[in-house]
């Protein structure tokens, strides 16, 4: 029988082991320093691209997940309704299958995976959008790790 995971609406607490939220302040007004940046390798160049991740059908079977070693990587909403955010701890080298945990993220609220972080590939709830993400990457098999999982369903 394949494991059911519920998806829950995401908070700074919850998400904080694996990265942090990216929200902007109601009005007016500037928030520096919103998440960590990191670059763990001198010669990685900053990437910061356009993304249109495909919009799941629900329930949605995960089979695999992937890491990025030695950078954060932020997603940032540009014209996104809600997606969904996957994510794991380490155990053996891998992700850790029974420490997963998936989130709703609303429009407007932006992610920041920590380096070294096991996460599922974007996938967008409700209708198509495009999402800003920001990583750095030498072109090396490093830049992003994959890795096969139990074969999980996640429901919202």
């Known amino acids: ?14 998400f904080a082991p694996f990265g ?3 929200d902007c302040p109601d009005g007016q007004g500037r928030v520096n320093f919103a998440a960590t940046v990191e670059n763990r390798r001198p010669a990685a160049r900053t990437n910061l691209a356009c993304v ?9 079977t995960v089979d695999r997940m992937e890491r990025h070693p030695f950078s954060t990587q932020a997603f940032l909403p540009l014209d996104v309704s809600r997606y969904l955010v996957i ?3 380490t155990k053996d080298g891998g992700p850790d299958a029974a420490g997963i945990i998936a989130f709703t993220v609303p429009a407007g609220i932006g992610i ?32 992003c790790i994959y890795h096969p999982v139990p074969p999980f369903v996640v429901v919202v």
């Open 87 to 89: 994510v794991a701890p």
């Open 1 to 14: 029988m394949m494991i059911e995971i519920a998806a829950r609406p995401i908070d700074a607490a919850a």
């Open 20 to 22: 942090q939220i990216v």
């Open 112 to 143: 920041s995976y920590l380096p070294d972080v096991w996460h599922c590939g974007m996938l967008l709830l409700d209708r198509p959008g495009t999402l800003a993400m920001l990583v750095h990457e030498d072109g090396s098999p490093d830049d």
């Open 52 to 60: 249109r991740p495909p919009v799941t059908d629900l329930p949605v």
